[in-house]
C-alpha cells in the first residue's frame, strides 16, 4: 500500500491550496480516508475524514465551513480542499487510510502546508 500527497505549498492568508493523496495497491472503497496535520511541537490531529462507502464526511471545528474532503474511487485519490486558509493551518498535512473491519492503517509521507505573507 502506497499513499503519495502533492499539492501543498505556501500562500497568502486567506488563499487557497489542494492537497491530493493518491493511493495505490488498496481497494479503495474497502478503506476510510482520512486528512491529518501536525504542527512543529504538536500532536498529529485529526482534519477530515470521508467514510469507504456513502462518502460520508466529518470535520475537525477548526476547519469547518473552510475545508472539504472528497474522493474519486475511479481515480483512487482522495482530495482536501482548503479555502479561506489562515496562518494557524500551518502544518504538515497526512493522508491516513484506514481499512474497514481491520486494524490496518497506512500513512502518507506528508506535505508541506504554510499559510504566510
Known amino acids: 500500500v502506497q499513499l503519495v500527497e502533492s499539492g501543498g505549498g505556501l500562500v497568502q492568508p486567506g488563499g487557497s491550496l489542494r492537497l491530493s493523496c493518491a493511493a495505490s495497491?488498496?481497494?479503495?472503497?474497502?478503506?476510510?480516508m482520512s486528512w491529518y496535520r501536525q504542527a512543529p511541537g504538536t500532536e498529529r490531529e485529526l482534519v477530515a475524514v470521508?467514510?469507504?462507502?456513502?462518502?460520508?464526511?466529518n470535520y475537525a471545528d477548526s476547519v469547518k465551513g473552510r475545508f472539504t474532503i472528497s474522493k474519486d474511487n475511479g481515480k483512487n485519490t482522495v482530495y482536501l480542499q482548503m479555502n479561506n486558509l489562515k496562518p494557524e493551518d500551518t502544518a504538515v498535512y497526512y493522508c491516513?487510510?484506514?481499512?474497514?473491519?481491520?486494524?490496518?492503517?497506512?500513512w502518507g509521507q506528508g506535505t508541506q502546508v504554510t499559510v504566510s505573507s
Open positions: 491516513r487510510a484506514d481499512r474497514i473491519f481491520s486494524d490496518s492503517v497506512y
Open positions: 495497491g488498496v481497494t479503495f472503497n474497502r478503506y476510510a
Open positions: 470521508i467514510t469507504s462507502v456513502g462518502g460520508r464526511t
